[in-house]
């Protein structure tokens, strides 16, 4: 009896139990998504489990492109936190990948590891993603209400309206800032507004008396940003 609870469990060697080690992995396929072309990265963690009862040696491991040959370069895939060689019974190891695309276009690769798993030595690991292309272009802001060289009431809320076009984001994953610049009261903030699917904007708010200029600011995903003001007269009350 005294032997067999030994056997059961020996934490100092990693040993469980007498089942042979298991290599078990997140999932088969790992999808980096949309990343900009030679201006972005992105990085995924997950941990390779030993579910048997034996420690698990890491034999050998390795990325390559699909159909390459073993030790072929993987180009846009990166192994950047290696996994540990040896993981005990139940235990875990951290893997870190980086998907850094340098053309656009949809790019794979396979994460090849061989191991003493008895039942599966060679496993592999799917890495999938797409480069896109930098967005050149800056959002366009057009102000519709109020009209340059309008005349607003003091005593009411002025209409503000944009249209807003964009060929890298969808107008709906934007808002449109605005601002208003007085002689008096420096530059503040108005509202904020969404932009609907048909790319308008619109908010009401207070206009500060006198000579203003109106300003409707947008900035897409990529960082760049477009704007567009008027110039209006709001009356004292």
Do not use: K
């Not at 180009?75 to 540990?84: I, M, N, Q, R």
């Not at 993603?129 to 005593?155: F, H, M, N, R």
């Not at 060929?167 to 007085?182: K, L």
């Amino acid at each position: 009896m005294f032997l067999l609870a030994l056997l059961a469990c020996q934490p100092d060697e990693g040993i469980c139990s007498d089942a042979a080690p298991e290599l078990a992995l997140p999932a088969e396929l790992i999808d980096f998504g949309e990343v900009s072309a030679s201006s972005q990265s992105v990085t995924a963690r997950f941990s390779l489990m030993n579910t048997g009862g034996e420690p698990l040696e890491i034999e050998d491991f390795g990325l390559r492109t699909v159909g390459g040959e073993p030790g072929e370069a993987a180009g846009d895939f990166t192994l950047t936190a290696p996994p540990s060689l040896s993981i005990h019974c139940d235990g875990e190891s951290a893997l870190g990948l980086t998907f850094s695309p340098e053309s656009a276009g949809e790019h794979a690769a396979l994460l090849s590891m061989t191991s003493n798993d008895p039942d599966q030595p060679l496993v592999e690991l799917t890495l999938l993603g797409v480069g896109v292309e930098d967005c050149a272009e800056a959002p366009v802001v057009s102000i519709t209400a109020p009209v340059d060289g309008a005349v607003v009431a003091a005593e009411a809320e002025a209409r503000l309206q944009a249209s807003v076009s964009d060929d890298c984001d969808p107008p709906q994953s934007m808002t449109v800032v605005w601002y208003a610049t007085s002689a008096e009261g420096g530059r503040v903030y108005l509202d904020n507004s969404a932009i609907d699917s048909a790319g308008v904007a619109e908010a009401w708010s207070w206009l500060p008396a006198g000579e203003v200029s109106v300003e409707a600011q947008v900035v897409d995903s990529w960082g760049m940003s477009g704007a567009d003001s008027v110039e209006v007269t709001v009356l004292s009350e």
